[in-house]
Nanobody
């Protein structure tokens, strides 16, 4: 069974840093773009950053210059390094990826279970 498992959330003071990880597990043939989204209370889920298998990245304007997305294709893992955190970054962060399970003809979109990031003094 293919799934995405996130880790690394927590409570941090403004200006601090956190690193989120998301590992895809199961029998996977290939992975296309991987990314991070977030959802704050009372708000819609929004894109934070994405990265292709070739390393091309895309960021939301609100996190440019503070967050860095990266991936280890050998480990089927995507990371989000978050620096200069602000209270408005508080949200549940979700990993997302288009995966083709072994034996499948099709890519399917998967979501992780989410990890809470709270920025507060």
């Amino acid at each position: 069974q293919v799934q995405l498992v996130e880790s690394g959330g927590g409570l941090v003071q403004p200006g601090g840093s956190l690193r989120l990880s998301c590992a895809a597990s199961g029998s996977i043939f290939s992975i296309n773009p991987m990314g991070w989204y977030r959802q704050a209370p009372g708000k819609q889920r929004e894109l934070v950053a994405t990265i292709t298998s070739g390393g091309s990245t895309n960021y939301a304007d609100s996190v440019k210059g503070r967050f860095t997305i990266s991936r280890d294709n050998a480990k089927n893992t995507v990371y989000l390094q978050m620096n200069g955190l602000k209270p408005e970054d508080t949200a549940v962060y979700y990993c997302n990826a288009d995966l083709k399970p072994t034996g499948s003809m099709w890519y399917r979109n998967y979501w992780g279970q989410g990890t809470q990031v709270t920025v507060s003094s």
